[in-house]
């Protein structure tokens, strides 16, 4: 099985802020990688899909890079909107989820 | 547009069993598959398994293997996740989402069905 694991677990940003979110998976996943946000009380939303492509409408402050093992998930100025949890998903076999990022007001 | 609205909350004692829904509009219900995925109260988001609605097709994860069963009913364009032999630990939001394939994320969601298991 893939393990997907997620750093840091909680991030303390401020509006405006750049934020940057690490996934790293057990194995290659060559390009095979989601990026995820959920608010409290909802469902995740795709954000970006193999590694880098941005889903429609999603703004494009979010940028997500890497391949291989080693992914980024990158918010170039934090919007009040954007604090929350962000999942990164491996689905080159199967699927796995990282144990995620909380983002949190500084 | 596509919308996946799932059944609402259940409340079962250890050793049940819960069925959840899931009903699928806006598309053609055998272009994609559904995934399951569950929630545990503050936790994060565990993958349980995906029904191809095109065959019926499964793949589950070996934890819930024996325990968990997903069907769809195309007539009705719905899909079905039963767990069997409850547990406190299977107290979770569960999650309907479409799949496209088996090298696809996931793209729309349902809103997510809280199951708390309890004595």
């Known amino acids: 099985d893939i393990q997907m694991t997620q750093s840091p677990s909680t991030l303390s940003a401020s509006v405006g802020d750049r934020v940057t979110i690490t996934c790293r998976a057990s194995?290659?996943?060559?390009?095979?990688l989601a990026w995820y946000q959920q608010k409290p009380g909802k469902a995740p939303n795709l954000l970006i899909y193999?590694?880098?492509s941005l889903e429609s409408e999603v703004p494009s402050r979010f940028s997500g890079s890497g391949s291989g093992t080693e992914f980024t998930l990158t918010i170039s100025s934090l919007q009040p909107e954007d604090f929350a949890t962000y999942y990164c998903?491996?689905?080159?076999?199967?699927?796995?989820f990282g144990q995620g990022t909380k983002v949190e007001f500084k | 547009q596509v919308q996946l609205v799932q059944s609402g909350p259940e409340v079962k004692k250890p050793g049940a069993s819960v069925k959840v829904s899931c009903k699928a509009s806006?598309?053609?219900?055998?272009?994609?598959?559904i995934s399951w995925v569950r929630q545990a109260p503050g936790q994060g988001l565990e993958w349980m398994g995906r029904?191809?609605?095109?065959?019926?097709?499964?793949n589950y994860v070996q934890k819930l293997q024996g325990r968990v069963t997903m069907t769809t009913d195309t007539s009705t364009s719905t899909a079905y996740m039963e767990l069997r032999s409850l547990r406190s630990d299977d107290t979770a939001v569960y999650f309907c989402?479409?799949?496209?394939?088996?090298?696809?994320?996931?793209?729309?969601w349902g809103q997510g069905t809280l199951v708390t298991v309890s004595s």
């Open positions: 989402a479409t799949v496209y394939s088996t090298s696809s994320p996931f793209d729309f």
């Open positions: 806006g598309y053609t219900f055998t272009t994609y598959g």
């Open positions: 029904i191809s609605a095109s065959n019926g097709n499964t």
């Open positions: 194995q290659s996943i060559s390009y095979w």
């Open positions: 193999k590694a880098s």
């Open positions: 998903q491996q689905y080159k076999s199967y699927w796995t």
